[in-house]
Each structure stands twice: as C-alpha cells, then as structure tokens.
C-alpha cells in the first residue's frame, strides 16, 4: 500500500509497522481508576494507541421511551432504551485530558471518536492527535466535514457501508483539503462471526481510494485481525477489557490482556513474515542447498562403462550434477574408475 498518514511519531501505511489499536469504549464501567488501568495495560501488552468515545446521551440521542429508540432483538442490548444504554456506556469528558496526558507519558497515542459538533470542539481543545469515525456516523457528512477540517489524519470505519457511501465519506474529508484518510474494513455485528468478515476487501479499499487500510475487528479471537495483516492491513482496531467477567455494554466482544499480548505478538510476526515480492535465495537456504538432490555413482563402475539409471542416481545430498541431467548422460561413457558414492561431475563423462 502505497500512501500514509502519521500519528505523532508513527508512520502508518505500507511497509511500516502494523499500528494497533486499543479500543477502551465503555469497557471503563465510568470508573475513572479502571480507565487509568486499561491505559496501562494497553502499554504493556504492546498497543500503539489507545482509542476513546466522546459523547453524552444528550449529543448521540434523545430521552425517549417510543418504539423507535429501543434496541431490537438479536443484539447483546437487546430489549434497552438508546438513551439509557449510552448513559451507562459514555466516557466522562472531565477524565479526557487527564487520560491522554497519561497515555502520552506511556508513549501511546490517545485519540477519539466524536459524535457531534460539541465533541469536535472539545476534542480539538484537548489536541488529540487524529480522529476516528465510527462506522454507524459515516453517513453523517456534516459531522466528518467538521472532523476534516480540523487538519489532522481521519480513520473511518467502514461498516454497514455501501461503496457509494464509503465514496461519499471520502471525498468529504478531500473536499475540505484534507488528505489524510485511513479506512477500517468493520463488520457491525458484535460479535461479529468470521465468516462475515470478507477481507479480501482491505485490498480493494486500498487499490479504489489509495489511501492505508485497516480492519476494525468486532470477532471472538485474534485469528481474523492476524489474517488481516497478511492481506495487507496497516492498522488493527480491537476492544480491549481487562477482564470479560467485568461487566459492560462492550465487555463480551472485547480482549483480555494476554489476549491482547497473543494478538500483537502474532500481529508482529505476520507482518515480518509478509516481507516482500522476491526471487533470491536466502543466506539459509543456501546453506540448505547441500541436502537437495543431485546425481551420484551407486554401483562401482569401470572406465569406458556407460552410464545406466541402475548405476547413476538421482538421491541426497547435493554435490553431483542437477538431476535435470540425468537424460543427458545417459547412455554416455565413464572416463574413470567410479567408485559407489562418488558424486557425479562432467569430469567424469566422455
């Protein structure tokens, strides 16, 4: 992937690092010390940044009881009132500062995703290094415009999105001379099952926009946001808890610290792995060459004997001819005496 964009003194896209993402959201249960922990826990199991929500009930939704603002079946909310959930789930703004100025003496990043104008404003005061979009306000242009224009490296997630309205979210950011876009494939069921996760899309994302590309991972497990690395994600999103016996609106779909640990730790060696297009023989292979096959005398043979395949082989180790000789010899004669085991050279045909 050819673009990036840069967060603090992190260089994200091709052939840098994979940047990784923990996602606090409510998983704090609005306990100031817990946040504090998850922060530090996020820094120990090898996260680059930590991620935040900045909203109020008030900002995402309004205080009402009709049908339309309760949560339908199928969900882990299921059967609760928006405005109560949010409620129970939003990070409160007067820890914000105070978060990322922790986070920051660790050395990760603390960003956040706002979800309105007054977040916006907030967040700009705080100078949060970069922004995410969440995958439910990628439709709301005004809100991403406002984002945009705030100059500084805009990541959207991308689920439930058509291509059109992924087109529309981009060029908002552009329009606003803004050309810091990253885009996060996401897959908006929590928990989302594996086979919906398609990511295969990561590279097409990255070849329509030319942007770096991600993955927001909402499945049980680490199995998906590792194979995401190798199919070229630059960025890993992941709810992280310190404990799922916690309870929490987040908590069920989110990983553990040794979790995390395996996450990031396989996430390093997946992109070490992925290397680069090449041809060339590695310093250790050439080492191994010696045990290839090759072509050796197997029974002693006399001078001016022809060579048959009963006395000449193909078998280990490496030091005669190429097997892809084999037909070429056949049939000619031994300049000299050849013992059994002696491997086969052109010095020793006529």
């Known amino acids: 992937m050819g673009s990036f964009i840069r967060i603090r003194k992190n260089k994200i896209g091709s052939n840098q690092p994979v940047y990784i993402i923990a996602e606090l959201s409510a998983n704090h249960n609005q306990d100031y010390n817990q946040a504090v922990e998850l922060i530090k826990a996020a820094k120990d199991v090898g996260a680059d940044a930590v991620k935040i929500q900045t909203y109020t009930p008030d900002t995402i939704t309004i205080d009402c009881q009709t049908e339309y603002f309760h949560i339908w079946k199928g969900t882990l909310w299921e059967g609760k009132n928006l405005y109560d959930l949010y409620g129970e789930a939003f990070t409160p703004w007067e820890w914000q500062p105070k978060l990322k100025q922790i986070a920051e003496s660790l050395g990760l ?9 007054t977040a916006v404003r907030f967040l700009e005061d705080m100078n949060v290094p970069a922004y995410k979009i969440a995958s439910f306000e990628i439709v709301d242009l005004p809100l991403i415009q406002e984002v945009a224009r705030c100059n500084k490296p805009v990541i959207m997630s991308t689920g439930m999105a058509s291509y059109d309205e992924i087109c529309d979210a981009v060029s908002a950011v552009r329009e606003e001379g803004n050309d810091q876009i990253a885009l996060l494939k996401c897959t908006s069921a929590y928990p989302a099952p594996a086979r919906e996760a398609n990511l295969l899309t990561i590279r097409d994302l990255h070849e329509k926009f030319d942007v770096p590309v991600g ?30 016996a916690i309870p929490g609106p987040d908590s069920a779909f989110s990983l553990e610290p040794a979790e995390f640990r395996q996450m990031v730790d396989a ?31 197997v029974k002693d043979m006399q001078t001016g004997e022809q060579f048959t395949r009963e006395n000449i082989r193909s078998i280990r180790p490496g030091y005669g001819l190429p097997p892809k000789y084999l037909g070429e010899i056949i049939g000619r004669k031994a300049k000299q005496v050849l013992k059994r ?8 045909i006529e």
Not at 341 to 348: A, I
């Open 109 to 117: 990043d603390l960003f956040s995703t706002p979800f309105d104008e």
């Open 267 to 297: 996430i390093r060696e997946a992109e070490s792995a992925v290397g680069t297009v090449t041809y060339e023989v590695t310093d250790q292979e050439k080492a191994s060459r010696v045990f290839r096959r090759s072509l050796f005398v």
């Open 215 to 244: 993955l927001s991972d909402h499945t049980l497990g680490t199995g998906v946001p590792v194979t995401a690395v190798a199919l070229g994600a630059s960025i890993i999103e992941k709810h992280f808890t310190l404990s799922r």
């Open 341 to 348: 085991g002696t491997p086969l050279s052109w010095d020793h």
